[in-house]
């Protein structure tokens, strides 16, 4: 049964519903057999939970076999572990510590994983519900750790209460102790937005054409004419309004020193409508390649480029990695960076220290990874306290607020434009001033009640 729910609850378009109750069959069931049995059944329920994913990582992110297979053994051993740890305590009758074990538990697993993953956050179950802004609200708080361990809580504290051992004193002050917990959470994440102060808003428009393949080479018959369509595009939304306009990641290849020629029709096309245009863009040159957000504005000053900072392992092993941040020149509030950049909680904090309000980013998802992509990106901005303009190519067109609340989106498989008047949230979040202070936290709490 846990099994079944976390491949519904785990895949690339998940049931919100099934993370909750994943692992209750789990922790009911340990302390009423063996530790051996319990462990081994919960890493068995997880790996069960991965197969769903295999295809994807094989075939379409195209990572090494081996490599996948460690990551669902890590994971399944990583869950057992868990279950083990809260067993010892459902066993002994320690209804509090055995409540609180999973959740602080799974949230510095996760933690600790994304500190030293290439990944990054890639690897959270917390991304499950990410259409509910309710929940996601806590990240702004705990980062995505708080999520996952909210999602792992009434499970943990039913199979407290409802154990062998224990005392009904001890069951009742659990229950209301987590009672209390949910509540003042979701309370902070539905109070945040109630009380926010609002910034000035941008009008943001995305585009992305049909485009099979890879970066197309701008200087062939059929960059001209994607260089025509999109200029096209970019005219549409200007005229409903849009002050800045972003592309896909990756669209053309240009070459480094004919780059500002090859990519003339958008300068000349930001000038003539009074917009800002971010091309993404796969620029080729004696310094190397790289993956880049090129910015046009208005103003017709030469333009600015963003370098991908986080790679995909393997597919991108030919570019070279990018450490500046972008503000936009006409506007500060907005920050660029690309794709899987949107994994790391560390950049988007960075940006939101210096000052931005919205990010943009061009990105290209796997096509059938598209919800998944685009709600890491809803729930990067809600932690740090900002908008999220994400339009990639084989995936989605996405616009969320600093809430998680989306906007506007469509499915750009083939194809699609949207825009939005977006609000800004003028005041940062916790988590962007105080960074992973939760994730520490947990990982602290886990080995105290390890110790216990």
Same mark, same amino acid.
């Given at each position: ?24 069959? *789990? ?21 069960? $939970?991965?197969?769903?994913? &295999? ?28 279950? $083990? ?20 538990? &799974? ?12 990944? $990054?956050?890639?690897?959270?179950? %917390? ?37 062998? %051992?224990?005392? #009904? ?7 209301? !102790? =987590? ?63 849009? /002050? ?10 240009? #070459?480094? !020193?004919?780059?500002?020629?090859? *990519? ?24 190397? =390649? ?37 503000? *936009? ?24 220290? /210096? ?5 943009? !980013? ?6 059938? #990874? ?14 740090? /306290? ?29 194809? /699609?434009?949207? #825009? ?16 992973? &202070? ?6 602290? %709490? ?7």
């Amino acid at each position: 049964m846990s099994g079944w729910l976390y491949r519904r609850g785990s895949g690339l378009r998940p049931v919100a519903v099934a993370v909750w109750l994943a692992p209750l069959p *789990l922790l009911v069931l340990a302390p009423r057999v063996p530790w051996f049995a319990a462990v081994s059944v919960a890493a068995g329920a997880w790996l069960i $939970g991965q197969f769903g994913l &295999w295809s994807y990582y094989t075939r379409d992110v195209r990572q090494p076999r081996l490599l996948v297979v460690a990551q669902f053994v890590g994971g399944s051993a990583g869950v057992g572990v868990v279950v $083990g740890l809260a067993r010892a305590h459902l066993v002994d009758g320690h209804v509090a510590l055995a409540a609180l074990a999973p959740p602080v538990a &799974w949230a510095a697993m996760e933690f600790l994983v994304a500190l030293r993953s290439p990944h $990054g956050a890639w690897w959270s179950i %917390a991304y499950t519900q990410a259409d509910a802004p309710a929940i996601t609200g806590v990240a702004s708080l705990t980062g995505v750790w708080g999520i996952t361990a909210l999602l792992a809580l009434p499970a943990s504290v039913a199979a407290a209460v409802t154990a062998p %051992a224990g005392t #009904d004193g001890e069951r009742l002050l659990v229950l209301l !102790a =987590a009672a209390a917990v949910v509540a003042t959470l979701v309370g902070y994440a539905v109070g945040r937005r109630q009380r926010a102060v609002l910034d000035e808003p941008v009008h943001v428009g995305l585009t992305a054409v049909e485009q099979p393949g890879g970066p197309v080479p701008i200087h062939t018959p059929e960059g001209a004419d994607l260089v025509s369509r999109y200029v096209e595009r970019v005219g549409q939304l200007a005229g409903r309004g849009a /002050g800045i306009i972003v592309l896909p990641e990756a669209t053309f290849t240009v #070459d480094e !020193a004919q780059m500002l020629e090859q *990519l003339r029709p958008f300068a000349r096309a930001a000038v003539e409508l009074g917009v800002e245009i971010v091309v993404g863009v796969a620029r080729q040159g004696e310094t190397g =390649a790289a993956n880049v957000a090129v910015v046009f504005d208005a103003a017709s000053d030469p333009p600015s480029q963003y370098q991908k900072h986080h790679l995909v392992p393997g597919l991108e092993a030919a570019y070279q990695p990018g450490r500046d941040l972008l503000y *936009l020149p006409s506007d500060p509030r907005v920050g660029v960076l690309i794709c899987k950049d949107l994994d790391f909680p560390r950049l988007a904090r960075a940006y939101r220290r /210096g000052g931005v309000r919205m990010l943009l !980013a061009p990105a290209w998802d796997f096509g059938r #990874d598209g919800w998944l992509h685009s709600r890491m990106a809803v729930v990067r901005g809600v932690e740090s /306290g900002v908008a999220v303009a994400r339009v990639a190519r084989t995936g989605r067109a996405t616009v969320s607020d600093a809430f998680g609340r989306i906007v506007v989106e469509a499915d750009t498989r083939e194809g /699609g434009t949207v #825009d939005a008047t977006v609000p800004l949230a003028a005041t940062s979040t916790p988590y962007s001033r105080l960074g992973d &202070w939760f994730g520490w936290c947990c990982v602290a %709490a886990t080995a105290l009640i390890a110790v216990a």
